[in-house]
Structure formats: C-alpha cells, structure tokens
C-alpha cells in the first residue's frame, strides 16, 4: 500500500493522483512534482501556514470557500487560484456534492515568475474561460508523468509552462461568477469558428449574431488577444492555405472560392495573415 506523502490531503471520496518528482533539485528552472484531480468530502477543510512548493488548482464542479492571507474568496466552477512558499491559505468545500479540482504542484527557480506572469499570485483567484483546455493539459501532465519514461520530466515541465500560459490566455477576470458578457463573446467566436465560410466582415458576423459589429470588437478586444476581424480573417486564409497546398488550387480558383474581388485582393488578405504571397505555397 502506497503511503501519500504528508502534504496530500487524505479528506476526498475519488482521487486520480501522479507523483513525478518528490526530491526535485532546487536548481532546476522549472519542476513538476506531483499533481492530480480529486473529488472532495463535504466537510473537506485544508489550512497550511506554509507550502514547500508552488500549487495551482482549478475548481470543475461544487464550490467552496477560500483564504489567502486572511483574505476570503469564493470558490466554484473555473477559478483558479495558486499559493506557495511564504503564502497561508485554507481551502473549504462548501456545497453538496463537494467541489471536484484539479491540481498541480511545481517547484524550480523561473516558477515564482511564470506563476506571476500569468496573475496566479496575485493575492486573489481568478476565473477561467474554455476550462476544458486546461483539464485537457492537466490529464495530459498525469499521463506522461505515470508513463515516466527517460524524458517525462522534461516533457511535463514544458507541458505545465503551456497549461500556465493556457491560465494566462483564458483568464477572464478576478472575479467570481462567469460575466453574461464572456458568454456573448463565445457565442459570438461559435458562429465566426461555424460560418467563417460564409461571412467576411465584422458587419456581417454582427449581423448573424443580432449585436453591434462596434459591441463585436469591444468584446474581442476584452477577452481575446486577437482582434475579431484578425480573427475571422486567419480562419479564412487558413482554409485558403489548405486549398492551396492541399488541393493543389490556383490562387485565381481560390480567390474565387473565398469571395474575393480579384487574385489581387486576395493576396493581400493573405499576405497580411502569414507574411508569404499565396504564389509562394504554389511552388511547395
């Protein structure tokens, strides 16, 4: 019978739990040490006056209640939140069924900064947006850790910097409940990621989804690193690419296909996305 080490909580009903590096060396730029996803008990409590590493957890069902420094936060579906060395933090389920979270624990000399950059130590959870893509990364980290081949180290350090950059990416705000705003704003990427096909204007997007093309922006502009027309934009020269290389078009055929005025116009659309004019693709 394996025995968790001390710093696991025994207080949960279902766990799927990996340990990758128990001794990591404390010269490493970045290490994974252990992590998993668990299912609470309902009268799960965890206080620590300290952590030897840096955790990051993210809540995918229940809630629950959280302190940081004596600052009390509330907990539920795709906040994430992060503590460490130095940080006292209690963490209590409060709902029936309990809170189910994943977690993850790092250590090295670049994980107090790659946390920061990202906001997980910023004294406050945030909340997530596509939390799917961060589970994704997280069962990915487990597999490769309980696969433990002769690169899994360094293939679940480099998989934990891309799960933080992911938190970074969706990080939607400080706050605690999803705002009505982000949802409009996935309707809206939903029909751009469906229709991209048939639409070529922010005007026309807008007017597929029944708001303002300015509303559009506005929301692109607070939730996403790319601008909505870059993006409805980079969808459609993706597809032209794939007609390209793929299926052997002309860039005439192709502008034809995509909408465009003229072989011109569409070469500039396309040159603007991938830095090439589309004859380039041709001779590949």
């Given at each position: 019978m394996s025995i968790e080490p001390a710093f696991i909580s025994r207080q949960t009903v279902d766990a799927r739990r990996f340990y990758l590096d128990l001794d990591p060396p404390l010269d490493a730029p970045l290490r994974v040490v252990c992590g998993g996803v668990e299912r609470m008990r309902e009268d799960y409590v965890v206080e620590r006056s300290d952590f030897p590493y840096f955790g990051i957890e993210l809540v995918t069902e229940g809630s629950g209640s959280l302190w940081l420094d004596d600052r009390h936060f509330s907990l539920g579906q795709g906040v994430t939140f992060a503590y460490g060395p130095g940080i006292p933090h209690r963490i209590e389920n409060v709902s029936s069924p309990a809170m189910r979270k994943y977690y993850l624990d790092v250590v090295g000399t670049e994980a107090k900064q790659l946390l920061e950059s990202a906001g997980l130590l910023?004294?406050?959870?945030?909340?997530?947006?596509?939390?799917?893509?961060?589970?994704?990364?997280?069962d990915a980290i487990a597999g490769e850790a309980r696969e433990h081949s002769a690169i899994s180290v360094d293939v679940c350090q480099m998989l934990a910097r891309i799960l933080v950059l992911k938190i970074r990416q969706r990080r939607i705000t400080d706050g605690k409940t999803m705002p009505a705003a982000y949802n409009t704003y996935e309707t809206i990427r939903r029909y751009i990621e469906n229709n991209y096909l048939s639409v070529s204007s922010i005007e026309e997007v807008s007017k597929g989804c029944d708001v303002s093309s300015i509303y559009v922006s506005r929301l692109f502009k607070r939730y996403s690193e790319t601008g909505a027309y870059q993006f409805l934009l980079r969808l459609r020269m993706n597809h032209a690419a794939e007609m390209l290389i793929e299926?052997?078009?002309?860039?005439q055929e192709v502008a034809d296909v995509m909408g465009f005025s003229d072989a011109f116009q569409f070469s500039r659309a396309f040159k603007r996305v991938y830095g090439v004019a589309p004859s380039r693709l041709k001779k590949m």
């Open positions: 910023s004294g406050r959870p945030v909340l997530i947006g596509r939390q799917i893509e961060l589970t994704d990364l997280w299926n052997r078009l002309k860039v």
